[in-house]
């Protein structure tokens, strides 16, 4: 444990620390010296975009993103000529990663673009601040996305196995800002917190498509919906058996549309909180499920206001909708 150390000597103490990372805050103890030596926490949130070689391959880095193999101390710039840069990397190398928006590039996106995408042939874990994919060195702090400049794709068939300290720290979302991010990263484990409780037309949908190892989905604390926001988010997610609690109350068009498509591990489904739907907000939600063992449960009180609202939220699987579900009082193609 490295929270509380204990060392004979000042020296003993330095050869701990040397080169070594605090994610925790570290005290030490030199008994001979008399020292208490106190290292502030660094947080994931202060550290460059990173990949972590688990093992031995090749990292692809898009055009003009600033990378380093020697934790910062000198930095490359993926080569202009080409469309990415094929790094040789070998287990246990760490991949330090930037790019800067340029004034130019936000003047010309004027509709949402996706600009950035990493490639590995070898298993990775990702770590730090999404940010330094934005702001360069200045990452530090910074919350905002960058409107039409989308993280989408960024890590896509990346064969990522851990992201939990991947930090994404803007809670307030642009639209399609993280659509596709790890879709089809079939070695991922581990997804990153989401913490953004200000969503926007289509920020996660398909962010997690066809990641068939994971088990847990992350919190997804917003109350209120836009449109497509999760369309598809975990669909595909084989080995899924988790789903995250759904806390929202006012719901949008197609917000949640195929969102556990295919999860066929999925056993539960989690209370759907939501007074205030809209169109097809739940369609297809739970399509091909098969391993359900319940059914949502939409009260008699939450009334439809026009249009189809849970058309095919069960096809192909085992459960029907709850008893307090009132299917009159919704489209035909629902009961």
């Known amino acids: 444990m490295d929270c509380l150390k204990l060392f004979q000597t000042h020296e003993e103490y330095e050869a701990f620390v040397s080169g070594r990372t605090m994610v925790k805050p570290n005290v030490s103890h030199c008994v001979q010296d008399n020292e208490v030596h106190y290292n502030p926490i660094k947080t994931m949130a ?50 330090m990663c930037k790019f800067e928006v340029t004034q130019e590039m936000i003047e010309q996106a004027d509709y949402p673009i996706t600009f ?56 307030t979302l642009t639209d399609r800002c993280y659509a596709q991010m790890f879709m089809e990263c079939e070695y991922l484990t581990t997804a990153p917190e989401l913490p953004a409780t200000t969503l926007a037309d289509s920020c996660y949908t398909y962010m997690f498509n066809g990641c068939t190892s994971l088990t847990v989905a992350p919190k997804l604390p917003a109350i209120t919906l836009v449109n497509d926001c999760y369309d598809s988010m975990f669909n595909g997610c084989t080995s899924l058996t988790l789903a995250p609690e759904l806390p ?28 205030t739907l809209a169109e097809d907000c739940y369609s297809s939600m739970f399509y091909g499920c098969e391993s359900l063992t319940n059914a949502a449960v939409i009260p008699n009180t939450v009334k439809p206001v026009g249009g189809e609202y849970c058309c095919g939220m069960y096809a192909q699987t085992n459960v029907q909708q709850s008893s307090d579900y009132d299917a009159s009082a919704w489209s035909e193609e629902c009961e």
């Open 248 to 275: 929202a109350t006012t719901l949008a068009s197609l917000c949640y549309m195929s969102m556990f498509e295919g999860c066929t591990s999925l056993v539960t489904i989690p209370e759907l909180s939501a007074t």
């Open 116 to 171: 950035l995408n990493f490639r590995s042939s070898g298993r990775v874990n990702v770590q730090g601040n999404i940010m330094s994919m934005l702001y360069g060195d200045n990452f530090v702090g910074q919350t905002t996305l960058i409107n039409n400049l989308t993280l989408g794709n960024v890590f896509r068939r990346c064969k990522v196995v851990s992201a939990e300290n991947l930090v994404l720290p803007a809670t």
């Open 46 to 95: 202060d550290e460059y975009l990173t990949f972590i070689a688990l093992e031995n391959g090749t990292l692809r880095v898009p055009k003009f993103v600033q990378y380093s193999l020697d934790n910062g101390e000198t930095w490359s710039e993926s080569v202009m000529e080409e469309e990415v840069t094929e790094l040789a990397i070998a287990t246990g190398d760490k991949i």
